[in-house]
């Protein structure tokens, strides 16, 4: 089976639109993103805490016992307790991607530089394979 590029004529105007979302978007997420991170941080520490509990509620039920003493003279003490018992925390997920300044920097850069480009043109579309490397943010 052979591949064939996707060959998309697509109005000028739409894109440019698209772009500037797309950039509002990336700001706003970027300058909320120690926010969310500091809060996914309280929220893995919390669950943390709840796993020790339930752990401690069911370690009549734990298998598997392993120990092992470190260099320090403290015991390690790992087991293994069912998840499928009542009580059992939910992880907390993140729902958002992090990114770094550089990463951050270079996609506004690249999404700025192709909005005024196409904001310079007389075209009233744009083919999709001209915009390749923006149409990964769009």
Known sequence: MS???????VSTVKVIN???TKLVEMKENFANQDVKDQA???????WQEQLTKYAL???????NFRTNTRYNSTVNIDFDVPQD???YPTEPKKDWETIADWQYKQIVEEIENAIRI?????EET???STFRTVAQYL
């Open 118 to 122: 196409l904001k310079m043109t007389d």
């Open 18 to 20: 698209a772009l500037e």
């Open 85 to 87: 018992l009542e009580g």
């Open 40 to 46: 996914f941080q309280i929220a893995w520490k919390e």
């Open 126 to 128: 744009v083919s999709t």
């Open 57 to 63: 509620a069911n370690i009549e039920k734990a298998t």
């Open 3 to 9: 591949s064939r590029a996707l060959s998309v004529k």
